[in-house]
């Protein structure tokens, strides 16, 4: 059954809520203000977290590649979430993650600093898993864990789309094999909606439900599509994905 969260939990994730928020997180002092990073952050945040708060209420939430966590820290926050794990790799991000946190009291967030890409850094039986931005690779290392632990709820934005990622090779291939313009921007285009092409097959093979929408202005965020993945297990739609993503990676012939 579709989760409706309560009214007044969607009415506080505004713009104005979210930058309230953001200030007892991460203002430490009366005469400074939030980063400019804080405040492009706002629209973002007030954007994908009402999908959030769709998932469920209260559940097991990963925030991973999370740099200074503010959607785990929105969770907790404005959701009332209280199981929090955060996952950053870097340690400075992740001790200004901790720091934040302890600055409110009540909340329940661990901070691990790690790789998501490795198992060990990840809770057992998380429920949700969001990445916003998560960059290059770090989207993929996401979806891959997540699904490999078979998480109900995967809500991820990827950026930076690099050589680092690993079908990137192959949606170049195709390109060539295609004879795809040689323009950066129209190539460029072209190999990135390959690789996101990729992701969608994978995680329906993998049994996810999977919608792909903007959840803010392209004016706001040139990275701004959501993939939001339910799990629904194995189906004939699964077992088309997985046919079509084979042919897909497989490259041309």
Not at 26 to 53: C, F, M, N
């Amino acid at each position: 059954m579709k989760y409706t969260p309560p009214q007044e939990i969607l009415a506080r994730l505004d713009e104005a809520s979210v930058e309230q928020a953001l200030r007892a997180f991460y203002v430490t002092r009366a005469d400074s203000s939030l980063r400019p990073e804080e405040v492009k952050k706002i629209p973002q945040l007030a954007g994908i977290l009402p999908a959030l708060a769709r998932t469920g209420p209260d559940p097991k939430l990963v925030d991973a590649a999370a740099g200074r966590a503010p959607v785990g820290l929105m969770a907790a926050r404005l959701l009332g979430w209280s199981n929090v794990t955060v996952i950053e790799r870097e340690p400075e991000r992740a001790d200004s993650a901790r720091r934040a946190a302890a600055r409110v009291t009540g909340l329940q967030v661990e901070v691990r600093q790690g790789d998501v890409a490795d198992p060990d850094a990840w809770p057992a039986a998380a429920e949700v898993v969001v990445a916003l931005h998560a960059c290059g690779p770090a989207f993929d290392a996401v979806v891959n864990q997540a699904m490999a632990a078979s998480v109900p709820w995967v809500l991820a934005v990827p950026c930076c789309y690099s050589s680092a990622i690993e079908f990137s090779d192959t949606a170049r291939a195709w390109a060539d094999h295609l004879g795809v313009a040689s323009q950066a921007h129209v190539r460029r285009r072209f190999v990135e909606s390959l690789i996101d092409t990729e992701r969608t097959l994978r995680l329906e093979a993998g049994g996810y439900r999977v919608s792909v929408q903007a959840f803010v202005p392209p004016a706001v965020t040139p990275h701004n599509l959501l993939w939001r993945a339910h799990r629904v297990g194995p189906s004939r739609r699964s077992a088309e994905a997985e046919e079509r993503r084979r042919r897909l990676v497989s490259g041309p012939q």
